[in-house]
């Protein structure tokens, strides 16, 4: 098969699809693999190291996406791009229908085959592909929210773990998945105050006894969201339902009643964000917008900021399921593997995964109906 890896272009998106150790597995399968020039350069990769790999390099996306049978990518594809879809491609990335009509479209009617790493999902309802980058930018949530929290960008001027005499800032984080946990873990190593919301109570129960008392864990409902945030300086919020849109969880009002100042990072933004007073994504070039006195950060892209932590993170696990997709064909990749099957979310110009599908108010087809 003929892979192709275009340069991200989302912005300041610094990450790559593929390494060139990919570059070599995929060789050593008897695959082409084709490679934008500089694609690798945000993640310390260089053009020299894919071509001793054996990629192809070329100059430009375009021709990338006309040789490829497959394309990899990181993040899903721009307006751009969508002149490159056409019927029988297949399309490995993260994809994000759920908050994507426009995009979501454009494959429906070019019969792109779109196969979304967010939705591969495993017997035990892990998310394989998700769960690195959900690691990483629930650790960076916590990492940009105390940078905001600084007087110099907007903030109230607070130091995290104040010092002796100063109360620590109090960091409230909405869901204790993985994004959630890896804010936690950091906001105690640095001495915030902390409080967790779920609605999984043994799973605060085991952060409850992990932490030993350095944690707040309290039942979400709406009640006790807003008395949590009444007093926060930093809110986080990580609310994950596996290809839907996100719930908005954090209303106006309790923006209203947080204290002035503060700082609300929303992970969930790339589904669409569960902050009423978030409409849409930011970037890294202009990450914050204030709203009732709070500074509202909203990029969907964080882990684009540590490049080459996440590519390595974001390969170690993808690759396997590019290289099935290779080796056996997609039709026969997904009836083998119920989790890559999963993946599926636009086949045939037919959406067949059932949380895009309602967020949309498309119609849902079964995936075995959709490619017979």
Not at 127 to 153: H, I
Request: some cysteine; aromatic content about 6%; hydrophobic content about 40%.
């Amino acid at each position: 098969m003929r892979i192709g890896v275009p340069k991200e272009i989302k912005d300041k998106e610094q990450r790559v699809a593929l390494t060139p150790a990919g570059v070599a597995e995929f060789v050593k399968h008897g695959h082409e693999v084709y490679v934008e020039k500089s694609a690798g350069n945000g993640s310390s990769f260089t053009d020299e190291e894919y071509e001793e790999q054996g990629a192809t390099l070329l100059d430009s996306a375009k021709e990338v996406w006309e040789k490829a049978e497959m394309i990899i990518k990181v993040k899903e594809p721009l307006e751009s791009e969508y002149q490159y879809f056409r019927d029988g491609l297949i399309i490995f990335t993260y994809l994000h229908l759920a908050a994507e009509p426009k995009l979501t479209k454009a494959l429906m009617d070019s019969n792109t085959v779109a196969i979304a790493y967010e939705t591969v999902e495993l017997a035990n309802r892990s998310l394989p592909l998700l769960t690195p980058m959900s690691e990483v930018a629930g650790r960076m949530a916590l990492q940009e929210g105390c940078t905001f929290l600084e007087k110099n960008y907007g903030g109230k001027g607070l130091l995290l773990d104040g010092v002796p005499g100063v109360a620590p800032a109090h960091v409230v984080i909405i869901g204790a998945g993985v994004a959630g946990s890896g804010a936690l873990k950091r906001a105690v190593g640095a001495g915030a105050r902390v409080t967790i919301l779920d609605v999984d109570v043994p799973r605060l129960k085991y952060l409850s006894e992990i932490y030993t008392g350095r944690v707040e864990t309290v039942y979400s409902n709406s009640y006790n969201l807003n008395e949590a945030i009444k007093t926060a300086d930093l809110v986080i919020s990580t609310v994950l339902i596996p290809g839907e849109k996100a719930p908005k969880l954090v209303t106006e009002d309790m923006v209203k009643a947080m204290p002035d100042g503060g700082v609300i990072v929303d992970v969930a933004i790339d589904q669409g964000g569960t902050v009423d007073t978030i409409t849409a994504p930011t970037s890294h070039t202009d990450p914050v917008f204030e709203k009732h006195g709070i500074l509202h950060y909203a990029v969907p892209n964080i882990p684009g900021a540590v490049p080459k932590t996440s590519t390595l993170a974001l390969t170690n696990v993808t690759l396997r399921y590019a290289i099935t997709l290779a080796n056996k064909g997609w039709k026969q990749a997904i009836q083998d593997d119920p989790a890559l099957a999963k993946g599926v979310n636009v086949v045939n110009g037919k959406v067949t995964y059932l949380g895009v599908a309602k967020a949309l108010d498309l119609p849902y087809t079964e995936l075995e109906e959709a490619i017979q």
